[in-house]
């Protein structure tokens, strides 16, 4: 331990970064220098499972948090019931305060407004991820008009329900020009599937979003089903990402959506703004 001690403080906080932040927090009762250690830390992650109170223990110990920057922030809360939205809203404006890169989000909730406005101007973020389970909609972004640009967003990872896909999908590629990597997944939907396998017209931009002009290379989509909606996405993504270098699709086989063949010739046989683009189509059971 005396060893140890010797650390100079920003070494011990690098080491105290390879242990999960409740960990990382209960090191403050070791000795008076531990007692602050923690709160230096630039990645915080709340990983919670559904049976832990997880509320009161982040408002403590979030409030005293003084690194200058949170370079990362993972939500992890499938605890509805006992973290409300207005909690997540706190927490991700603290992170927004701090120049946040990298923002994770996994909340399972009835409430679809957990976002606050201050995150749709977050000028710092390069990683978004977001994933809402089954029971909540997507946040809507209508309210906020375009008044949101994600200017360092490099890599986004969407989880959303079917249904909510394409407005969202849209506007943040709109606002996100120099993004490099975009990864979607869908949950299924049921109660929609029969709105939705109708010809209905899609909302993607007029104007080519700059970030498909200059900076996509990478793109994958889980769970693809094929039925108009997804198709529009798809090739439009496809027809308009001029550096695109992998394209991957996990298709997902059900009695609801075309059939896996017709799937795969689409997408194979749709034009490609890249001509270096590698295609990768997968079918799932």
């Known amino acids: 331990m005396d060893n140890?001690?010797?650390l100079p403080d920003d070494l011990l906080v690098k080491i105290l970064l390879f242990v999960p932040t409740k960990v990382a927090v209960s090191t403050a009762v070791l000795s008076k220098r531990w007692e602050f250690l923690w709160m230096l830390l630039p990645k915080l992650e709340f990983i919670c499972p559904s049976q832990t109170r997880v509320r009161d223990f982040?408002?403590?110990k979030l409030p005293l948090?003084?690194?200058p920057v949170i370079e990362v922030l993972r939500l992890h809360v499938d605890c509805y019931l006992y973290v409300k939205p207005e909690d997540v809203k706190r927490w991700v404006e603290v992170a927004v305060s701090r120049s946040v890169r990298e923002l994770e989000i996994v909340y399972r909730t009835k409430n679809k407004n957990i976002i606050p406005s201050s995150?749709?101007?977050c000028k710092s973020l390069v990683t978004l991820k977001l994933r809402y389970m089954t029971v909540m909609d997507v946040p809507s972004l209508d309210e906020y008009g375009d008044g949101f640009v994600f200017n360092q967003l490099e890599h986004l990872n969407l989880c959303v329900k079917k249904h909510d896909l394409l407005n969202l999908l849209g506007k943040l590629l709109k606002n996100s020009p120099k993004l490099r990597?975009?990864?979607?997944?869908?949950?299924l939907d049921i109660d929609h599937w029969d709105n939705l396998n109708g010809m209905v017209s899609c909302n993607l931009p007029n104007s080519?979003?700059?970030c498909l002009l200059s900076s996509l290379q990478t793109f994958k989509w889980s769970r693809y089903v094929g039925r108009p909606r997804d198709r529009d996405i798809a090739l439009y993504i496809l027809k308009n990402a001029c550096h695109l270098k992998t394209a991957t699709f996990l298709a997902l086989k059900t009695n609801y959506v075309p059939h896996s063949e017709m799937i795969i010739e689409d997408l194979?046989?749709?034009p490609r703004a890249s001509s270096t683009c590698q295609l990768s189509i997968f079918v799932e059971d």
């Open 119 to 121: 995150f749709l101007s």
């Open 181 to 187: 990597v975009l990864d979607i997944s869908v949950e």
């Open 4 to 6: 140890i001690n010797g």
């Open 208 to 210: 080519v979003p700059e």
């Open 65 to 67: 948090h003084r690194a």
């Open 58 to 60: 982040i408002n403590r």
């Open 268 to 270: 194979t046989l749709s």
